[in-house]
């Protein structure tokens, strides 16, 4: 009774709860008609371009009427699919009451008549609603380009102005005059500020910024709780396994709370309404003092100075200390300065202040910048012998320094030139990039170590997986390197999205390059967006699975209980497999979007390519189905092709997998079986005929002979009987008598064996009976015939006797002997 009761009461709970969110959702607005909405998209788009034309426009600005534009855009979009699937189903409502050519047509009532003149109509009608959307839709991306355009061009003019030098005299003469209204006016918005005290906090909801102090103090006791625990001087650190895992730990819980209690610092002081200029000067002393903590966390947590165990980079002492110090007076002074700068530029009339600040910023930050780009910074330990290079990064970290130190320096010049927007532009974009780039670095070694350690066998994560999988428990899991990979891809959108930002790059016209990508772009009347192609790969990729499992059931499950032969099965499950592949590209075909209507014309203008590039594919894959149809050669078929001889293994979709007898794989196109010819010893069966041919001595008994080799070969247990050994003699030579014996097997792979063991056989028999003497017969070897003979042929001359008779006094008797000339 109590379950039925609580479960009564969580009901009339849900009613309540429904019945309230109904009674509050407001009432529709009646929607307006369509031509209202064309005239209001009309004038907004007009609006628009009439100010973008107007001069004196800002980028702040631009921006705005951009989203104004999008909106309109966006709406058109949608009224355009709403009348594209109405125009749709009123096309399929009226293709049923299309008049039939022909005179034998039975006549149309007037009622057929008047409902196609309706669905006519009602497709004239969002017919041409689509157009006009059409048209806004073109309009507003005509005015998205143009004013992407003129943010860039106002963006380049404003880097490219130029102020006064601080060369010229005119400068130092108006400096001293602005430095002391700059001073009075920030110390009178300074005492105005101090006198309203905090009699503006009033007016203000303090709830956000204690919820913002409220959380601040809790990530301050779990950092602290954190970092003793699993930070570098924790209880619960394995060096070598979770380094830069404390590393990351403890660079966070140095910085995130300096960095939340500075958000927080700041959100009180901007509610108080601090009067111009220290209402920018306050967000803009958070942001730099942000800047600076994570400067101090990063070399504090990466660098380590005096703990070279926990050093992120492979750096010596010498060189950690030296880029630590680099980097951290760099931005202290750097901060300073530029706190200093732009609380005395933002003024009135500052064109001196900015000409000689910017230069002062520019020749400090340079020169400061210097040391740690320079090689003594970037000097890696190595160890005796290695190969890596001596320095971080290799040649490409040292030919990008050397740029970096150039455009740093360049400022300097840019600054006497005038050109002090710019300078700092660079100073500031460079910096920016260095730091993101860094923490993206970071970000990718801290989750590569947390996945690694997620997956050890050791660990809780790891063990649950290896289960879940169903592995031993040592083995390796491969899932962490794809995790990887995926948060990599992220990372690296997220840096081609912030870099371009802090080089003041109109990232909204990447944005909406992408964002149209996303959408689709129309290839002859079919749409392809990256969602389609994404879904279309998934769709393929789950279909092949499928296949592969199919074809796995089918191979080890279903066929091996069917009486049929191996070549069969083979047959089967290559059958399946091209199935399979054919499901799957159709299947992917419909989720990319592709009307099968359209597919013929797509496929027909890109016949041409598809018959040059793809030619030798398409030739091979039918060939590969004619082979399974036609079934000239199968699986287990003893052939000889190209020079190729050995047993088909596997007919795959492009080519056919060959062993040979030196167990080496031959992979043969499919379509060489058709255009060569092909010897197929076990076309229709297995058996295969022996030759062995032998000569014996002329006084060899014929009868004898004959009945040697009968006995020999039927007394082989793999010879078969039926059909019979087959002797022939064949001819008296003079060297002696032929014979040949021809045996047939039942198995090609008998062959070898057969062969081998008639041999003994016979050899042993012959010896027996005597025909033939094992006995080895000696060979004499006489060296120097040729010359002997034409010495013997020829006519000596007088000296050459007498020279011969002094030869034959001193001869040795060797016949092999050469005679002397």
Not at 238 to 260: C, E, F, K, N, S
Not at 291 to 311: C, D, I, K, N, Q
């Amino acid at each position: 009774m109590r379950s039925l009761a609580r479960f009564t009461l969580f009901v009339l709970l849900l009613a309540g709860i429904a019945v309230t969110a109904v009674a509050q959702t407001p009432p529709q607005q009646p929607q307006r008609p369509f031509g209202q909405l064309i005239d209001l998209w009309t004038r907004q788009l007009d609006r628009i371009a009439t100010r973008t034309e107007q001069a004196g426009l800002l980028p702040a600005e631009i921006d705005v009427l951009r989203d104004q534009t999008t909106d309109v855009r966006a709406a058109a979009l949608a009224a355009a699919a709403l009348a594209r699937s109405d125009l749709a189903d009123t096309k399929k409502l009226l293709a049923p009451l299309e008049i039939k050519p022909g005179t034998d047509a039975p006549p149309e009532t007037d009622a057929v008549k008047a409902e196609r003149e309706r669905l006519t109509s009602q497709a004239t009608l969002n017919e041409s609603r689509m157009k006009q959307c059409e048209v806004v839709i073109a309009r507003a991306d005509q005015l998205l380009e143009r004013m992407t355009k003129l943010r860039s061009d106002l963006v380049f003019q404003n880097l490219m102005r130029r102020d006064p030098s601080p060369l010229s005299s005119d400068v130092w003469i108006k400096i001293g005059p602005q430095l002391a209204a700059a001073v009075n006016g920030l110390a009178s918005a300074t005492a105005t500020w101090f006198g309203n005290g905090l009699a503006p906090l009033r007016n203000q909801d303090l709830l956000p910024p204690a919820l913002w102090a409220a959380v601040t103090i809790f990530l301050w006791w779990l950092g602290r709780v954190l970092r003793r625990r699993f930070g570098r001087d924790g209880t619960h650190v394995d060096l070598q396994q979770y380094r830069t895992i404390a590393t990351a730990i403890d660079g966070v819980g140095l910085v995130l709370v300096p960095v939340l209690a500075v958000l927080l610092v700041s959100k009180l002081l901007q509610a108080t309404a601090p009067p111009a200029p220290l209402d920018q000067l306050v967000p803009d002393t958070a942001i730099r003092l942000i800047w600076l903590l994570l400067v101090f966390g990063l070399t504090a947590a990466g660098l380590s100075p005096g703990r070279p165990e926990w050093r992120f980079l492979p750096l010596t002492n010498d060189s950690a200390q030296h880029l630590s110090h680099s980097l951290r007076r760099l931005m202290v002074v750097g901060v300073l300065l530029d706190l200093v700068y732009v609380a005395l530029s933002r003024g009135g009339d500052s064109s001196s202040i900015v000409a000689v600040g910017a230069l002062v910023l520019a020749t400090t930050v340079a020169l400061l910048a210097l040391p740690a780009l320079s090689n003594r910074s970037w000097q890696a330990a190595r160890p005796e012998g290695s190969d890596l290079p001596a320095m971080i990064g290799g040649t490409w970290w040292s030919v990008t320094r050397l740029v970096l130190s150039a455009v740093v320096l360049s400022s300097i010049a840019f600054a006497l030139a005038g050109y002090a927007t710019l300078a700092s532009h660079l100073h500031s974009a460079i910096s920016a990039t260095c730091l993101l780039i860094a923490v993206a670095l970071l970000l990718h070694q801290l989750a590569s170590d947390l996945l690694e350690a997620a997956a050890a066998p050791n660990t809780p994560s790891g063990a649950w997986a290896r289960r879940r999988l169903g592995l031993p428990t040592d083995a390796k899991v491969r899932g962490q390197y794809l995790l990887l990979l995926l948060f990599d891809v992220a990372l690296v959108i997220l840096l081609a999205i912030a870099i371009p930002i802090t080089w003041n790059v109109d990232i909204d016209a990447i944005l909406d390059g992408f964002g149209q990508l996303l959408r689709g772009v129309k290839i002859g009347g079919v749409t392809i967006s990256l969602g389609n192609v994404g879904m279309a790969i998934m769709a393929f990729a789950v279909c092949m699975l499928l296949a592969r499992l199919i074809r796995s059931i089918v191979r080890d499950r279903v066929l091996p209980t069917v009486d049929t032969p191996l070549p069969l099965r083979q047959s089967i499950d290559a059958g399946l497999n091209y199935i399979g592949v054919i499901v799957a590209i159709l299947i992917a075909i419909g989720a990319l979007g592709v009307d099968f209507t359209n597919l013929a014309i797509v496929l027909g203008a890109l016949s041409v390519g598809i018959g040059l590039g793809l030619q030798n594919i398409a030739n091979n894959v039918m060939s590969g189905v004619i082979l399974l149809i036609e079934r000239p050669i199968k699986a287990g078929d003893w052939i000889v092709v190209s020079g190729h001889e050995g047993f088909v293994r596997r007919i795959n979709i492009r080519a056919t997998e060959i062993e040979t007898f030196q167990r080496t794989h031959v992979i043969v196109p499919n379509s060489v079986f058709l255009q060569n010819p092909v010897v197929n010893r076990t076309y229709s069966d297995t058996s295969s005929r022996i030759e062995i041919k032998l000569t014996v001595p002329l006084g060899t008994d014929v009868a004898v002979m004959e009945s040697m080799l009968r006995e020999a070969a039927l007394g082989h247990a793999r010879v078969l009987r039926v059909p019979a050994p087959v002797i022939r003699f064949v001819k008296v030579a003079p060297s002696g008598l032929d014979f040949e014996l021809f045996v047939f097997v039942a198995r090609l792979e008998d062959r070898q064996i057969v062969i081998n063991d008639l041999n003994r056989a016979l050899l042993a028999k012959l010896i027996e009976q005597k025909i033939i003497d094992p006995a080895p017969v000696p060979e004499f070897k006489v060296r120097g015939l040729d010359r002997l003979g034409v010495l013997l042929h020829a006519d000596p001359e007088p000296d050459t006797r007498a020279a011969g008779k002094d030869g034959s006094a001193e001869g040795t008797g060797d016949a092999g002997a050469a005679p002397k000339a």
